[in-house]
């Protein structure tokens, strides 16, 4: 738990005490970050333990639970493999949801692998159950990382260091897009390259259901966002 909040913090994650993460260590026990506690600064006696209905637990703990850890319980309680949650502000990925601009699809194999696609869930008021409701409106069962409108990102998975990886894959890949831009275009995968990575993605053991359309070219139908921020020909 500290190693990761050291992490996050070391990368420009999360400022100040922003951001959050936990792991689910029982069937009614969690493991979370404090509130007011800088993540770059975590120490083992800090972390609380909260049950499945946000109870803090550890009543000797003079730290507090995070008032987000509602997000978290929603998640692990909507999926049985999601064992932990990360939550921060990625700044290049939460430029993306500032804009309210979805992620694009199709473009970049390891994003696609590792992250797939990641859904926009609309702004809701942190610390409030609206925002997870708001996240799990947008999930299926593929999803591992969704964008929080003009608020940050959340990422899960079965184990801490894997929602931990999906953080830093998804903020190197909005930076690439970012990047991407001052060259003026983009070259998106074809219908039969982006099935293909699919396959491929499936042997890995990562199956994702976005392959029964993606030679329909149904994938990237939702980059329209991104693609309109490249300059416009013909317009000065």
Not at 66 to 73: D, G, I, K, Q
Not at 104 to 116: D, K, Q, S, T
Not at 188 to 217: C, H, N, S, W
């Amino acid at each position: 738990m500290c190693d990761i909040g050291h992490r996050i913090w070391h990368r420009g994650y999360c400022a100040g005490n922003e951001g959050n993460h936990s792991v689910r260590i029982s069937e009614d026990r969690v493991l979370c970050t404090p509130t007011g506690v800088s993540k770059g600064f975590l120490t083992p006696d800090q972390i609380t333990i909260v049950d499945m209905d946000g109870n803090q637990v550890d009543k000797k703990n003079k730290m507090k639970r995070t008032s987000e850890v509602l997000l978290h319980l929603q998640l692990y309680k909507s999926r049985a493999d999601i064992r932990s949650v990360v939550h921060s502000h990625p700044p290049h990925a939460t430029a993306f949801a500032m804009a309210n601009i979805p992620i694009p699809e199709g473009i970049h194999p390891e994003a696609e692998v590792f992250l797939g696609r990641v859904p926009m869930a609309a702004y809701t008021t942190p610390s409030y159950k609206e925002l997870g409701e708001s996240v799990i409106a947008v999930m299926n069962e593929d999803t591992n990382t969704v964008m929080l409108g003009n608020h940050g990102a959340v990422c899960f998975d079965s184990t801490m260091m894997g929602a931990y990886y999906k953080l830093e894959i998804l903020d190197a890949y909005c930076r690439i897009l970012l990047l991407t831009l001052s060259l003026g275009r983009v070259n998106q995968l074809t219908p039969r390259e982006m099935y293909d990575l699919l396959e491929v993605k499936a042997k890995f053991g990562m199956p994702d259901a976005r392959i029964k359309t993606a030679l329909d070219g149904g994938v990237g139908r939702d980059n329209r966002g991104y693609l309109m921020a490249f300059p416009q020909k013909g317009k000065k």
